[in-house]
T-cell receptor, first 113, second 113 residues
Framework: ETGVTQTPRHLVMGMTNKKSLKCEQH?????MYWYKQSAKKPLELMFV???????ENNSVPSRFSPECPNSSHLFLHLHTLQPEDSALYLC????????????FGPGTRLTVL | QKEVEQNSGPLSVPEGAIASLNCTYS??????FFWYRQYSGKSPELIMS????GDKEDGRFTAQLNKASQYVSLLIRDSQPSDSATYLC?????????????FGRGTQLTVWP
């Protein structure tokens, strides 16, 4: 396993629930990312944080709200999700938000009922 | 035009053979290129990165990059059943999209004993 951890690993929620995904990296990196992986589709970048600042929002609906309190922690707050939001949500980190290698956490398997 | 294209496969090779995985990308100014391996139900694991034209070898893996042809490949020598997975090609375009990785849909590889 990599030095990127995610909790919870599995999450089932109703459309009216509010939940949060947590990611922590122990690699000393300065950039963190949220990706969504749905069946039959390529990995989709959602958000990029570089030195705690959001540098990219890939047209993600507002029902997904990221938070990056420091370079080691990243959250994804979820509210009023839709069934089509069911997917594997992956966190990644890299030394800096440049053309360098990204390392993924184990992911959170989200099911929206 | 898709940013990163891969043959979806499945690619099936016998144990001990060479598996050849291919990837093309659309943006000529792309800077860095990565191969990830993803086992079913798991997150992507970085196995190779390549930044300049030519070959890069790491154990049984060789990445080949040809920027003029916008083509990157991964060769797996002496394939083992444990290599059976989906292989994702990822490209960093640099510039204003620095830090963003564009992923292909992945090629499913099966190595049979």
């Amino acid at each position: 396993e990599t030095g990127v951890t995610q909790t919870p690993r599995h999450l089932v929620m109703g459309m009216t629930n509010k939940k949060s995904l947590k990611c922590e990296q122990h690699l000393g990196h300065n950039a963190m990312y949220w990706y969504k992986q749905s069946a039959k589709k390529p990995l989709e970048l959602m958000f990029v944080y570089n030195f705690k600042e959001q540098t990219e929002n890939n047209s993600v609906p507002s029902r997904f709200s990221p938070e990056c309190p420091n370079s080691s922690h990243l959250f994804l707050h979820l509210h009023t999700l839709q069934p089509e939001d069911s997917a594997l949500y992956l966190c990644a980190s890299s030394p800096a938000g440049g053309p360098d290698e990204q390392f993924f956490g184990p992911g959170t398997r989200l099911t929206v009922l | 035009q898709k940013e990163v294209e891969q043959n979806s496969g499945p690619l099936s090779v016998p144990e001990g053979a060479i598996a050849s995985l291919n990837c093309t990308y659309s943006d000529r100014v792309s800077q860095s290129f990565f191969w990830y391996r993803q086992y079913s139900g798991k997150s992507p694991e970085l196995i190779m990165s390549i930044y300049s034209n030519g070959d890069k070898e790491d154990g049984r893996f060789t990445a080949q990059l040809n920027k003029a042809s916008q083509y990157v490949s991964l060769l797996i020598r002496d394939s083992q059943p444990s290599d059976s997975a989906t292989y994702l090609c990822a490209v960093n375009r640099g510039g204003s999209t620095l830090g963003r990785l564009y992923f292909g849909r992945g090629t499913q590889l099966t190595v049979w004993p």
